[in-house]
């Protein structure tokens, strides 16, 4: 089985510092793992996604990850935080079947003060 | 602009009542997902599809029912609805199944059940 933990549910920043939200898998194949971004009253958008190419992945809006085997990690992070960065975010990681299904953590709230 | 379409964006309904949540998409899709989206546990896969005609269960199915009679729609519906089913529902496509693709999300569908 697989699944993914987000470390903290609420995250706040001030504008211009570093973002840094955190996202450990579990997963008993390679795994393909995304990051998402959702912001108020809309759908989910995608940020950044890993499927093996490279351990560094870079994003929109000027996100990237990290994917480290051995912590089991992804973590997202961003070198200054804007105010239009705040928003929840989400980790997925992609189903152990190769049918697409995703299995997402609980979701991040970044908060960014001025 | 190309995307998904859902429809209603939200509803109260009064417990019992049959209820179809729509999703349409305008991109040729071949795969098609529903979730629900609960505070504190994330996205949930409710059912899927990998390609028209075909459909499959997710981590949650109870009380749901799709169908997938063309590429395009994708329709969920609750028999009888219950109060834990108030969620934020999204249904969300990729291209084609498989772990490494990115899923494209509607704006959701916010469903009270008193």
């Known amino acids: 089985a697989q699944s993914v933990t987000q470390l903290g549910s609420h995250v706040s920043v001030s504008e211009g510092a570093l973002v840094l939200l955190r996202c450990n898998y579990s997963?008993?194949?390679?795994?393909?793992l995304f990051w998402y971004v959702q912001y108020p009253n809309q759908g989910l958008q995608l940020l950044l996604k890993y499927t093996s190419a490279a351990t560094l992945v870079k994003g929109i809006n000027g996100f990237e990850a990290e994917f480290k085997k051995s912590e089991t990690s992804f973590h997202l992070t961003k070198p200054s935080a804007h105010m239009s960065d705040a928003a929840e975010y989400f980790c997925?990681?992609?189903?152990?079947?190769?049918?697409?299904?995703?299995?997402f953590g609980q979701g991040t709230t970044l908060q960014v003060k001025p | 602009i190309a995307g998904i379409t859902q429809a209603p964006t939200s509803q109260i309904l009064a417990a019992g009542r049959r209820m179809t949540l729509r999703c349409t998409q305008d991109m040729r899709h071949n795969a098609m997902y529903w979730y629900r989206q609960d505070l504190g546990l994330g996205l949930r896969l409710i059912h899927y599809s990998n390609t028209a005609g075909t459909t499959g269960k997710g981590e949650v199915p109870d009380g749901y029912s799709v169908s997938r009679a063309n590429t395009d729609d994708f329709p969920l519906t609750l028999a009888s609805a219950v109060p834990s089913q108030t969620s934020v529902y999204f249904c969300?496509?990729?291209?084609?199944?498989?772990?490494?693709?990115?899923?494209?999300f509607g704006d959701g569908t916010r469903l009270s059940i008193l």
């Open positions: 969300a496509s990729s291209a084609i199944q498989g772990p490494n693709q990115p899923q494209h």
């Open positions: 997963s008993s194949v390679p795994p393909y």
């Open positions: 997925a990681v992609s189903g152990s079947s190769n049918t697409g299904k995703l299995i």
